[in-house]
């Protein structure tokens, strides 16, 4: 297969040997950027490019961006073009700069688009507020915290920090490396703030475990949002923390607002409403808006038989993956943790072997996860000794999550001997997890083993392993309370504890009554 500038090299041979005596209007470089917009594919590029070398435009740095961009847009194959045609060009102004960085950013390789960058700061490039959200991209891409960084004080320094590119840019970046904090200093000194950067910040709370916070965030947007309105990213991007809070006030508002403004049910939002109505334990409902969507992805599929699932409805969950099969659908790693956890719930060991060895049939590797679901399958079932002769018979050294999974198990059927084996892996592969100590820590008083006991909380305080308080969140007019055991530090604490001790009566007036 010729590549683009075999072709290229073809075409000019051919205009150089036809009739030089036959007039031909002379085209300027807007003729060419419109023909360029006209392009159907490679081939087609190929030969506008072509002509623009001929006519001895191909210096034109305007141009040479369009066709930087247009070869980019053809993905990976077409970056090693509108590299040439960047490293070709004899005067690059900013805008080429920033459309290679771009292409680079978004097509790969990611580290190119750094290297570029590099060459601009050697080079004495003026930048400008549209290089740097793509050379941000790019470290986000590349897992490269330091670099990220490393640019954001470059930022700081020229005095671009408070652009809403560079800004909406950052706040992504830090959302990936779950500097949450961050991304919000950053976001709250962008001056006037557009739909990316709520949307942007929204994610990063939902995406980094703060549900509650995600919440809040979209009230702030509706109350002071300065004129900009939700949109469909904005939905997808709260809908998980909708679902983690059971939040279904805000859910059903999603909901209301996406058929009101015409949205269309889209693959993502199907998925998140599914997800969102089972959470809030409105399972119909889920199973309306399924059955609603004209060809459901895998995405879909996967909510379906996940609602289905953590509800215990393990046969409705298989039904729902069997027709996914039926219909040609190829399941991935998520659909099978989801159908293995399903058949866990319900105690379907033989189903759950089934569906495991059935992974080998397409082609998905059976990770750690699918493990930790086969050892939890035969756990809940009370074979504690086959799940451990399944973990000692695994291909690959068990992790975490397995060895967990065994030691939930060994705490509902009191088996302390294989606890203590369990937990003493643990100990090594997930040391600052407070839970595991406490479980072993629960075992040993529940058997009144007292020193045993004090050994292992001991540990954890010689560790500093320190277990997260729990606490109950209550919604009350769009602001969420959360409470902790015997948690005075409400400014309405007084009011509540007496509410509380009025309701204990009643409870109390009601048993005595029952008992009449």
């Given at each position: ?25 002379q085209r300027d470089s807007y003729d060419y950027s419109r023909l360029l ?377 009191k088996n302390i001997e294989l606890a203590e084996e369990a937990a003493k ?22 058997a009144e083993r007292w020193e045993d006991a004090a050994r292992v909380r ?59």
């Amino acid at each position: 297969m010729l590549s683009c500038y075999s072709i290229l090299r073809l075409h000019i041979l051919k205009r150089c040997f036809r009739d030089v005596s036959m007039p031909r209007p002379q085209r300027d470089s807007y003729d060419y950027s419109r023909l360029l917009q006209s392009h159907s594919g490679h081939k087609s590029l190929a030969q506008i490019h072509a002509q623009i070398i001929t006519s001895g435009l191909d210096h034109n740095p305007f141009l040479a961006s369009k066709l930087v961009s247009l070869y980019a847009d053809l993905g990976r194959g077409g970056m090693e073009d509108a590299r040439k045609v960047f490293d070709r060009a004899p005067q690059r102004d900013v805008l080429l700069w920033n459309v290679m960085i771009r292409s680079y950013a978004n097509a790969g390789p990611q580290v190119e688009a750094i290297v570029i960058f590099v060459r601009m700061l050697r080079g004495s490039v003026p930048m400008n507020c549209y290089t740097y959200p793509f050379v941000i991209k790019a470290c986000a891409a590349l897992g490269d915290e330091q670099i990220g960084k490393s640019v954001h004080g470059h930022v700081v320094r020229i005095g671009l920090d408070l652009d809403l590119f560079v800004g909406n840019a950052l706040v992504t970046f830090y959302a990936k490396y779950h500097e949450v904090a961050t991304g919000r200093k950053v976001f709250d000194s962008i001056r006037v703030k557009d739909i990316v950067s709520w949307n942007s910040m929204i994610a990063g709370y939902a995406q980094n475990d703060d549900a509650s916070e995600a919440i809040v965030l979209l009230h702030q947007m509706l109350k002071n949002g300065e004129g900009c309105k939700p949109d469909r990213v904005t939905l997808v991007a709260v809908l998980p923390a909708c679902t983690e809070m059971a939040a279904a006030q805000e859910g059903m508002w999603a909901h209301s607002y996406a058929v009101k403004t015409g949205m269309g049910m889209d693959d993502a939002l199907a998925s998140g409403f599914i997800g969102m109505y089972a959470n809030c334990g409105r399972l119909d409902t889920s199973r309306e808006l399924f059955d609603r969507v004209g060809n459901p992805n895998l995405v879909v599929y996967n909510s379906m038989i996940q609602a289905y699932g953590n509800h215990g409805h393990a046969l409705e969950a298989l039904e729902v993956f069997n027709k996914m099969l039926e219909l040609g659908a190829a399941p991935d790693s998520i659909c099978f943790i989801c159908v293995l956890s399903a058949c866990s719930h319900a105690g379907l060991v033989d189903k759950g072997f089934e569906i495991f060895e059935m992974m080998d049939n397409y082609g998905v590797d059976k990770g750690q996860v699918h493990y930790a679901c086969m050892v939890d399958l035969l756990g809940r079932a009370g074979q504690l000794s086959r799940a451990l002769e399944f973990i000692m018979a695994m291909p690959i050294e068990p992790e975490k999550d397995v060895w967990g999974a065994l030691l939930g198990a060994c705490r509902i059927y009191k088996n302390i001997e294989l606890a203590e084996e369990a937990a003493k892996r643990l100990f090594l592969l997930d040391a600052e997890n407070a839970g595991r100590y406490s479980a072993l820590a629960s075992m040993y008083e529940e058997a009144e083993r007292w020193e045993d006991a004090a050994r292992v909380r001991k540990a954890m305080r010689d560790r500093g392993v320190r277990k997260p308080l729990g606490c109950s969140m209550v919604e009350v007019d769009t602001e969420i309370h959360a409470f902790g055991v015997e948690d005075e530090s409400h400014p309405m604490a007084s009011d509540i504890f007496n509410v509380l001790e009025q309701l204990q009566k009643v409870v109390a007036e009601e048993e005595v009554a029952s008992l009449g």
